[in-house]
Nanobody, 114 residues
Framework: VQLQASGGGLVQAGGSLRLSCAAS????????MGWFRQAPGKKREFVAG????????YYADSVKGRFTISRDNAKNTVYLQMNSLKPEDTAVYYC????????WGQGTLVTVSS
């Protein structure tokens, strides 16, 4: 599975961004897709995920109520709507797809200025 992420950028605190991640290739047995992020000097951490067949969603506590993950099965695309952004949300965001293995996108930088 190949993943192409987009939508990162620079935004002021309190603003919004929407990330997209399109999957291609052997996507017919996708179990879940979602996002991790890695801030400078920190470990990569889980942000949000969605079950591909049932649509169940999962969030890190730090983003609950601010971020919303959604999917478009027909387009093999997952989205992350990020609202009320904070400077601590600044990171490179990586999308992932869980099939028989885990595939990663190239990362997209989100910078939130105070």
């Amino acid at each position: 599975v190949q993943l192409q992420a987009s939508g990162g950028g620079l935004v002021q605190a309190g603003g919004s961004l929407r990330l997209s991640c399109a999957a291609s290739g052997r996507t017919f047995r996708t179990y879940a897709m979602g996002w991790f992020r890695q801030a400078p000097g920190k470990k990569r951490e889980f942000v949000a995920g969605v079950g591909w067949s049932n649509g169940n969603t999962y969030y890190a506590d730090s983003v609950k109520g601010r971020f919303t993950i959604s999917r478009d099965n027909a387009k093999n695309t997952v989205y992350l709507q990020m609202n009320s952004l904070k400077p601590e949300d600044t990171a490179v965001y990586y999308c992932f797809a869980q099939t028989h293995q885990t595939s990663w996108g190239q990362g997209t930088l989100v910078t939130v200025s105070s």
